[in-house]
């Protein structure tokens, strides 16, 4: 089988990119507790009564909990990491909220608690 060129560029790219995360992980002291993994119970993950923003936003704030059991990472941090507005991560925070699967401590900086039924062991 003969390999295209767009092939080629796929597969140079991917491997650039797989190095560039690497390099973040090990430099990042949000994924050095997990080696760069974020675990994520299942109830969450398969809860149905998330939209997919909502899933994105809950795992990027347990992604810096790591072991914690609070995070304080600001609405633009967490709308970067999921590719949408800080005002649309401000709505679905709200709503994750009201459903009860964060609590939000409103004072300089927001905080971020998972209740006692979602925390991660």
Not at 62 to 86: F, H, L, W
Request: positive net charge.
């Amino acid at each position: 089988m003969k390999m295209k060129f767009n092939d080629f560029w796929l597969i140079k790219n991917n491997t650039a990119a797989n190095t560039y995360m690497d390099e973040v992980a090990k430099e990042s002291n949000f994924t050095g507790c997990h080696k760069g993994y974020t675990i994520l119970p299942h109830k969450i993950h398969r809860c149905y009564g998330l939209n997919v923003y909502e899933k994105l936003i809950l795992v990027d704030i347990i992604a810096y909990m790591s072991d914690k059991s609070q995070c304080y990472p600001t609405m633009e941090m967490i709308a970067r990491n999921v590719g949408c507005s800080s005002k649309t991560v401000e709505r679905h925070i709200e709503s994750l909220a009201e459903k009860k699967l964060i609590l939000v401590s409103q004072s300089k900086n927001n905080t971020y608690y998972l209740p006692n039924y979602l925390q991660l062991e």
